[in-house]
């Protein structure tokens, strides 16, 4: 049979980034091939060519066996291929039938034919099991509820290959298995479906083939039947440098270490959870995508400088710590976790599944709502980000160009920024003015002390490369001697001498007796750095690793598949 | 208050709140389409001027409203020229046609009238009825205030450019991703926009004054651009606080004309405040939830995530 859709050789680059390499592929009607692969293996680039969001460099895209060339997502239309978006296209103050028949209005003389909307959406809705109430207004419905809504109007512009982005990323587990019959059942009426998913679980459930993308290339399909979900995790993983490195000290030998005097907290009262692993385990829900892999006891060459008076509460305690995200939606779902004094924890998981909402909630940029936020054994679970920093919360933002610097600013203005109204960079108690002689001379030091070059406290941040734009962050947030550090992707851009350099800071940060937070997609940095390796999931621990850890097996707990 | 004082008061808000109820609905029709206009008070500014010039130059006052709006229509152009092709910052852009009808129309108005004092001759004015004591009822400029935002209600609520409207200024992605042209449909708004802004300029010459001085319109702009928040970008709304406005206005005169006690302990400077302060209440949230188009001032790009 002619396949319905067929990608030959598919190609788009940005810049001297391929994102799709040579992408074949074909689907036939009532299939649904899944893609899977990590961020940035191409999966979204490939999906945006199909619907004329790009245009390819090179390769051609065959639909029923005949060349087309679709130049925007009208033309991708017209030919029958419609997508569910991740993040959903729809117009929140109108009704579900408004949204759908948006662009393609059924019209009676100059006017909407609402009624005819209504009852052609609620006739699609009813054909393909998708309970949807043409008249509610989309603001009012529950994620799950837009995402039906977004099906609905691809299904009702007569779409004969479906594209899903994501689509269980933002669902509940009820709400997700829900879909995934959905989507059997448009490929069983002889629909084609892409499905894309990082959820190896939910593939081989829905899944009739398998296509793993790895760096912009198709690695390898494979029928979903008895496929080894392992050898698909591994197949996955971009393997950079080939050695792993060594495994960083182990956890066990590195009960806390003191705190130096400057910092608060020492009255800490003795409570027993004194050691870095002492927090208990993600509570409730999917106990089952819970697992812990042992942790081998190895690496000696710091434990010696952490002296451990078991007394010590952990330096940053979440205990079971709800939030939501920008939209509303839950972000983390009663996560506990605890980093140890001189304890660094790296989190893995794939984007989006509560890593920003975890470091903002640690930093106090996001409110938790519920549980509780300990600092050093104080209950800190309300303060905001001035009050946290102010009591040694370090945040080396995600975002260095926004949320770390202002480049119009200079460097030894960046270095003041956030303690700029209390000495010794600012005088004069009726009339606070900032000390301009002081400030260079603290930018100076450090500037000194952490490598940035140029070595000018008056050059503009945003002039600036890269790596000393992070040194910058580091100097102004590492120096006053933090308890916790919350770093996010804190080496992301960065060359290989520039991460190196941050990758020693962080290490003596612990070695001082801090509690190090990492966050990264990069598994090799997780390992190199980290004591231990916690895996998020969904806004929950959905697994804990040494960082021996071998990528098939971290790939399975990223994967949710454990 | 005696009837016949309440009568010319009612007679007095017909009069004079056509120019900014059409100016406002100018504005509530670019807004809801995710364009901020603050550039009505310089349309009706073009708007009146033109109106008395072409009503000068024809010797017809319906010329001459047709000029007006077609000057509100030119500046609506330049406004989306600059807000929607150029991607000016439409603060930044509506602020310059504002500016830009201050300094035009003066110098227009000394080289191309050589009008004295800032101020032209009589301009052939549109048809009113003579309502005796009560005065004159500029019976086109109320007709109008009252059928367009009723139709412009209509069009937003019931066909389908009026959906796409209204969803261009929430989300133009959604748009986008339907197929229209974003750009293209905001940029009918800022036109229409415009045209409604000059429309209600025209007025104020046409059918209230009989003259073009040099200070329109005289802040009416602005009052519009209140009463877009205050009416809750909706037409009908929009007709309403402009209605409400021009009464708070019409009593203060009604009241110092009076001579009544208690218009000499009210401040003339709280009447003019009124609109302004109503407004603020209502972007607070006093006066029930004024929400915004999600999209409204939002630049479109295209290829941004």
Redesign the interface.
């Known amino acids: 049979m002619e396949p319905v859709l067929q990608a030959v050789s598919l190609s788009r680059s940005f810049g001297p980034v391929a994102a799709c390499d040579r992408i074949s592929f074909s689907l036939q009607r009532g299939e649904v091939l899944a893609l899977v692969g990590e961020n940035g293996a191409g999966k979204t680039t490939l999906l945006s060519l199909l619907m004329g969001f790009y245009r390819p460099d090179g390769g051609e895209i065959r639909v029923d066996g005949e060349t087309v060339r679709i130049r925007g997502p009208a033309d991708a239309e017209a030919l029958g291929l419609g997508m569910v978006h991740q993040h959903f296209t729809l117009v929140p103050p109108l009704t579900a039938a408004e949204n759908v028949v948006l662009g393609r209005e059924p019209r009676r003389g100059p006017f909407l034919d609402r009624r005819r909307a209504e009852r052609e959406v609620a006739g699609v809705a009813r054909a393909s099991g998708l309970p949807v109430d043409p008249r509610a207004r989309v603001d009012g419905l529950s994620v799950g509820g837009r995402q039906r809504v977004e099906i609905l109007r691809v299904l009702w512009r007569g779409a004969r290959v479906v594209a899903f982005d994501e689509p269980t990323a933002a669902l509940s587990p009820g709400e997700a298995g829900g879909l995934l019959a959905t989507i059997r059942g448009l490929a069983r009426d002889g629909r084609a479906i892409l499905f894309v998913s990082h959820k190896l679980r939910e593939v081989a459930t829905v899944a009739d083939r398998i296509a793993i993308l790895r760096a912009g290339r198709l690695v390898a399909t494979l029928p979903a039947a008895g496929a080894d979900l392992d050898r698909v995790a591994a197949l996955m993983v971009v393997k950079e440098r080939p050695a792993p490195p060594p495994a960083a000290p182990s956890p066990r030998l590195r009960r806390g270490a003191a705190l130096p005097p400057s910092a608060p907290g020492e009255r800490g009262r003795p409570d027993g959870r004194g050691t870095s692993r002492g927090a208990p385990e993600a509570g409730g829900g999917r106990g089952a995508g819970a697992a812990s892999l042992p942790v081998p006891p190895g690496g000696e060459e710091e434990a010696a400088s952490a002296p451990s008076p078991r007394s010590a509460p952990p330096a940053l305690t979440l205990t079971s710590v709800s939030c939501l995200d920008a939209r509303g939606a839950p972000a983390l779902r009663a996560l506990s976790l605890a980093v140890g004094r001189g304890e660094i924890v790296g989190v893995a998981g794939v984007d989006g599944n509560g890593q920003r909402e975890l470091a903002e909630v640690a930093t106090g940029l996001r409110r938790a709502t519920g549980g509780r936020v300990e600092l050093a054994g104080h209950d800190v679970t309300l303060l905001g980000p001035g009050a946290l920093r102010a009591r040694g919360v370090a945040h080396i933002p995600e975002d260095r160009e926004r949320g770390g610097l202002c480049g119009a600013l200079s460097v030894a203005e960046n270095l003041a920024l956030g303690r700029a109204s209390s000495p010794p960079f600012c005088r004069g108690r009726w009339l606070p003015r900032l000390d301009r002689r002081a400030m260079d001379a603290v930018a100076s030091d450090l500037i000194r002390r952490f490598g940035v070059r140029p070595e000018d406290p008056d050059a503009r941040a945003a002039g600036l490369s890269g790596g000393n734009q992070q040194k910058v962050v580091l100097a102004r947030e590492l120096s006053g001697d933090p308890v916790v550090v919350v770093a996010v992707h804190p080496t992301r851009g960065l060359d290989l001498r520039a991460t190196a350099a941050v990758h020693d800071r962080l290490r003596e940060q612990a070695a001082r007796g801090a509690g190090v937070l990492i966050v990264s997609f990069d598994l090799d940095e997780l390992r190199a750095v980290a004591h231990r390796l916690v895996v998020l999931c969904g806004g929950r621990i959905a697994g804990e690793a040494a960082p021996a850890a071998t990528d098939a097996e971290l790939s399975r707990l990223i994967a949710g598949a454990a | 208050m005696t009837h016949s004082t309440l009568a010319s008061l009612l007679v007095s808000i017909l009069a004079y709140a056509p120019p900014v109820a059409l100016a406002a609905l100018g504005g509530v029709l670019s807004e809801r389409a995710g364009v901020i206009n603050i550039g009505l008070e310089g349309m009706m500014r073009f708007g009146a001027f033109f109106g008395a010039w072409g009503a000068l130059a024809t010797g017809s006052a319906w010329w001459g409203l047709g000029a007006g709006a077609a000057a509100g229509l030119a500046s609506g152009a330049l406004l989306a020229a600059l807000a929607l092709w150029a991607r000016a910052d439409q603060i930044v852009a509506g602020v310059a046609v504002n500016l830009l009808a201050l300094g035009v129309v003066t110098f227009l108005l000394e080289w191309a009238l050589g009008a004295d004092g800032g101020i032209t001759g009589p301009v052939p004015m549109l048809p009113a009825l003579a309502l005796g004591p009560l005065g004159r009822l500029p019976a086109v400029a109320t007709g109008a205030m009252l059928l367009l935002p009723a139709a412009a209600g209509l069009f937003l609520r019931?066909?389908?450019w009026?959906?796409?409207w209204?969803?261009v200024g929430?989300?133009p992605?959604?748009?986008?991703?339907?197929?229209?042209s974003v750009v293209r449909l905001r940029g009918a708004a800022v036109l229409a926009s415009g045209a409604l802004a000059g429309l209600g300029g025209a007025l104020l010459p046409l059918a209230l004054l009989g003259r073009f001085e040099d200070r329109m319109p005289a802040g009416q702009g602005f009052i519009a651009l209140a009463a877009v928040v205050f009416g809750k970008w909706t037409p009908l709304g929009a007709l309403g606080a402009a209605i409400f406005f021009a009464g708070s206005e019409g009593l203060q005169i009604e009241l110092s004309s009076g001579g009544a006690g208690l218009a000499s302990s009210i401040p003339r400077g709280f009447f003019l405040a009124l609109p302004y302060l109503l407004t603020l209440l209502a972007l607070a949230g006093f006066v029930g939830k004024a929400v915004p188009p999600?999209a409204d001032g939002v630049p479109w790009d295209p290829e941004g995530r």
């Open positions: 019931a066909t389908p009026g959906l796409r209204r969803a929430e989300n992605r959604a748009v986008a991703a339907a197929g229209a999600a």
